[in-house]
């Protein structure tokens, strides 16, 4: 039986835990057997969906800010590494959904992925407990209107990406909210990484300083544009909520990505005559 997880990963605010919700409701919509799973240990009070998982029923920030007086973020990062040392209780929880499909809300700050090596680990767990992995990075739409902001996603989107070494798909959230002059020429530029757009883009930014062609800014800012274009090292798939046909397109780069279904005959959806909320009480 195949196993497949969503890691969902992106800044904070940029719509993971709504997406997860979304994504949830589309995939049971479909009758498969989602499951969302919170990795977030420093959420307060209810979640907005139903978790499987949640690891705050073994470690709160809260917990640790106590026990160790420590900041939030000192606090988060205690708890991550706590998950890992007991990562057996995860594998137990997961034990639960033999050949279901994950879809894992994960915190927002970008230390997960640069100086600790916590979800590297967690997926080379995921890995090993036989699940195809792929990691959804998010990035919120209005960052478009402020490209240095756009940028610093790009990044963010991009450290996951070595870090990770997952299958990957970067998603612009929140397209709902793009205005409504946003043509479809602009949107492709951000979609596909125009570099040049983005290079201008960041020396307007600076245009304070007078760039000329030579300063080491605006060379930088070359630089930056052509890398992300020359590469072609961050692509963005729209997702808008709003409408149906634009969660499916998605769906369906994210099976073609995990491969969903090739590990069993005739994939893994629930027959019609069943109830999936039935069939999970079983
Ligand atoms: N219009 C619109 N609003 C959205 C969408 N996704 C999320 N939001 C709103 O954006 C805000 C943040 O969404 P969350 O899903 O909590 O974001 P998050 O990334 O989980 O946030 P953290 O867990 O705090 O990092 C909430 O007010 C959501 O209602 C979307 O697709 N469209
Ligand atoms: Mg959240």
Redesign the pocket.
């Known amino acids: 039986m195949g196993k497949y997880a969503q890691l969902v990963v992106?800044p904070?605010?940029?719509?993971?835990?709504?997406?997860c919700r979304r994504m949830f409701d589309h995939l049971r919509d479909r009758k498969r057997r989602p499951h969302i799973v919170n990795l977030?240990p420093a959420?307060p009070g209810d979640l907005?969906y139903e978790s499987s998982i949640d690891v705050r029923s073994l470690v709160t920030v809260e917990d640790m800010m106590q026990e160790y007086g420590l900041g939030p973020n000192g606090a988060l990062m205690m708890c991550l590494q706590y998950l890992m040392e007991n990562i057996a209780w995860f594998e137990e929880e997961l034990n639960d959904f033999p050949d279901d499909y994950l879809i894992i809300?994960c915190?927002?700050q970008i230390e997960l992925f640069t100086t600790v090596p916590f979800v590297k680990g967690f997926v080379e767990m995921l890995v090993r407990n036989g699940y195809h992995v792929c990691t959804i990075a998010?990035v919120d739409a209005s960052y478009i209107a402020d490209i240095p902001r756009f940028l610093s996603g790009t990044f963010v989107c991009l450290a996951s990406m070595v870090k990770l070494e997952t299958a990957h798909i970067n998603v612009l959230?929140?397209c709902?909210?793009l205005p409504g002059g946003t043509s479809n020429q602009d949107l492709e530029k951000i979609l596909q990484p125009d570099g040049e757009y983005l290079s201008r883009e960041l020396d307007r930014g600076m245009a304070v300083r007078r760039l000329s062609k030579t300063d080491r800014f605006a060379r930088l800012n070359a630089a930056i544009g052509k890398i992300i274009e020359e590469y072609s090292l961050v692509r963005y798939v729209p997702?808008n909520?709003e409408e149906e046909e634009s969660v499916e397109d998605l769906l369906e780069q994210i099976d073609m990505t995990l491969q969903f279904g090739e590990d069993e005959e005739g994939g893994r959806e629930i027959p019609d005559d069943v109830d999936p909320e039935e069939d999970d009480e079983k």
């Open positions: 992106g904070a605010g940029v719509g993971k835990s709504t997406y977030d959420v907005p809300d915190p927002g998010l959230s929140k709902d909210l997702l909520f």
